[in-house]
């Protein structure tokens, strides 16, 4: 639900009209089914074979703390700095970090409550994910699913409740007016407490455009044994570049109820709107155009204090096709097992995001670290820097980046976080096997130390393969 996004809910058509009515039959059926609902503080699905885990908060915390502030960011007030007021969507609340809207319950959840003061003025919050690197790797799959209730209310006294999970395209960052074309993810969105979730990809133009803005091209299902609003439910997109033709596919407790192909649009929509990371939103806003569409809201008979309940959020990837890394994590080695001043292959990480393996054509052959990008990294454990410090970092780097796109490798010890120890700038090579070796300075380092390698660029494309890396004194 950024800014400009949400307009899209003041609906050009009767279908929205159509479909909901339709939805509500279905509602009427499924409340009335019985189901026993696993606990409401469930911990997150083991990680299944052939996947990696590469993000996951349980909520896990003191009742009335925060969020993990090293995950989440709060976004408050009424939109971004310089974009536009009530995030563009029409919607009244002002977003806080107040405990009162959003909180762990310590029991294992995530709590974004709507409150109304005695002005008659409401608040709520919206919590994002710092990283936005979240896509899939070449030929792979990218899986983002949370376990969520909805505020459980329901008739008129939800009139304008709109919660909603959902990811955005990293580029709307610091712009705040690139949408649709940056893309948008809309895991599950509910209005008025229809016993209801709508799933929809957003791309391309608006008004009208490739992806019928400013409705986009959704799908909608019902909650089956408990409603939305009475129990917990998993909602999932699977992002699947392992396809002949790449697609999104929206689940409901396991049910794929909702896919958008790539040959659905143009491919240079398509492309706009992927090739870049995501970030991760949880909120819930009150009034907007998405609930103009459903009869409005909220109003004097609506009741605050009705939280969306999340229980965990989780990501996965899958790796596909020939640059398919081992099922298994690589084994970390013991402290020192790694000799900083021996070739350190690329591949060999112990943990990582947003990148993918391939064959090399390099001198020695094997693999190669490819599609990095902004906010990509990897991490090496146990890296022995001996006691004679370390003062170069060497990597042997290729890029097919197009004109103006480039972008940094970054050396950093111990943590993300950590202020790189020494970096360099790289740009085309010639080609994503035009192999070179790159020297850098870096700080004095010695001593063991775990070593991240982190990638940064003003850009969101691609800008570096890496084949491997090592120090020198």
Known sequence: MPETPRRRRRPDTRRSVIAALGAMAVAVAAAAAVAVTPPANAAAPPTPAGWTRVFLDDFNGAAGSGVNTTDWQYTTGRGYPGGPTGFGTGEIETMTADPANVSLDGAGNLKITPRR??????????????????????????????RIQMPNVTGAAAKGYWPAFWMLG??????????????ELDIMENVQGLNNEWATMHCGTSPGGPCNETSGIGGQRAC???????????YAVEWDRSTAVEEMRFYLDGVNFHTVKANQVDAATWANATDHGYFIILNVAMGGGFPDAFGGGPDAGTEPGHPMVVDYVSVLQKPGGATTPPTTPPTTPPSGARDAYAAIQAESYDDQAGTAKETTSDTGGGQDLASLANGDWALYRG????????????ARVAS??????????????????????????????????????VPANISAVTGTHDVYLTFTSGQPADFVNVNWFDFGH
């Open 170 to 183: 990293a580029p709307y960052r610091g712009n705040w007016w690139n949408w649709p074309g940056i893309g």
């Open 224 to 234: 089956t044994g408990t409603t939305c609003q009475a129990g917990f439910h998993t």
């Open 383 to 394: 890296v022995d820097f001996g006691a004679s410090a370390a003062r170069q970092f060497y």
């Open 117 to 146: 003061d005695a002005a008659g003025n409401w608040t709520s919050a919206r919590v994002e994910s710092r990283r936005s690197d979240f896509r899939p790797p070449a030929g792979g799959t990218l899986r983002t699913e949370a």
């Open 400 to 437: 097919g980046a197009a004109g103006g796109v480039s972008g940094l490798v970054e050396v950093r010890l111990d943590s993300r976080s950590s202020a790189p120890v020494g970096s360099f700038s790289v740009a085309g090579t010639g080609g994503w096997q035009s192999w070179r070796t």
